[in-house]
T-cell receptor, first 113, second 113 residues
Framework: NAGVTQTPKFQVLKTGQSMTLQCAQD?????MSWYRQDPGMGLRLIHY???????DQGEVPNGYNVSRSTTEDFPLRLLSAAPSQTSVYFCASRDGTVNTEAFFGQGTRLTVV | GNSVTQMEGPVTLSEEAFLTINCTYTATGYPSLFWYVQYPGEGLQLLLKATKADDKGSNKGFEATYRKETTSFHLEKGSVQVSDSAVYFCALSSRSNDYKLSFGAGTTVTVRA
């Protein structure tokens, strides 16, 4: 059981470039989400999905797109990278109930120069 | 909306000292409460949880009690070890907020030998 797998682990982008952060889970979880972690701000929700074909915005969605074509995959796209998007990104999954734990990937450290 | 306020760090302790990290929350309905831990270079993992008032979650010597009257979920450990050095996040989830996890800012704990 791999859990939640994120790729890449590290990435450097130039301002204006686009890229996709990959996230895959093998636990058949309905609920997947993307967070960014910045010093002193905890984890902030970017986008989330409650099932295949369904996505919604979190707290800080601007500059990011997501799609959920399968239960397993939930990629995050940066449309035109900006230095303000320098951060550590985490993907998480959980089943569709309020009491269960979320499982996190190892994170992607993104630097935009 | 839901929010979590967490004691700010960083916290530096000597081995075998007592650790408390304060966490208070604002939520509608009856949230579930969680503590997650992030070890250096890793993603978050669940430390403990409590799903209703007066529940006590415990794991690895850590404890936290769900106090509805004070809207608190403080984390405690009686005797910390160097291996407990990590970032600790308080979080909550509720049906009224579409099951989304809301995180506190995180508290960095360093334990010295």
């Amino acid at each position: 059981n791999a859990g939640v797998t994120q790729t890449p682990k590290f990435q450097v982008l130039k301002t204006g470039q686009s890229m996709t952060l990959q996230c895959a889970q093998d636990m058949n979880h309905e609920y997947m989400s993307w967070y960014r972690q910045d010093p002193g701000m905890g984890l902030r929700l970017i986008h989330y999905s409650v099932g295949a074909g369904i996505t919604d915005q979190g707290e800080v969605p601007n500059g990011y797109n997501v799609s959920r074509s399968t239960t397993e995959d939930f990629p995050l796209r940066l449309l035109s990278a900006a230095p303000s998007q320098t951060s550590v990104y985490f993907c998480a999954s959980r089943d569709g109930t309020v009491n269960t734990e979320a499982f996190f990937g190892q994170g992607t450290r993104l630097t935009v120069v | 909306g839901n929010s979590v306020t967490q004691m700010e760090g960083p916290v530096t302790l000597s081995e075998e000292a007592f650790l408390t990290i304060n966490c208070t929350y604002t939520a509608t309905g009856y949230p579930s409460l969680f503590w997650y831990v992030q070890y250096p270079g890793e993603g978050l993992q669940l430390l403990l949880k409590a799903t209703k008032a007066d529940d006590k979650g415990s794991n690895k010597g850590f404890e936290a009690t769900y106090r509805k009257e004070t809207t608190s979920f403080h984390l405690e450990k009686g005797s910390v070890q160097v291996s407990d050095s990590a970032v600790y996040f308080c979080a909550l989830s509720s049906r009224s907020n579409d099951y989304k996890l809301s995180f506190g800012a995180g508290t960095t704990v360093t334990v010295r030998a």
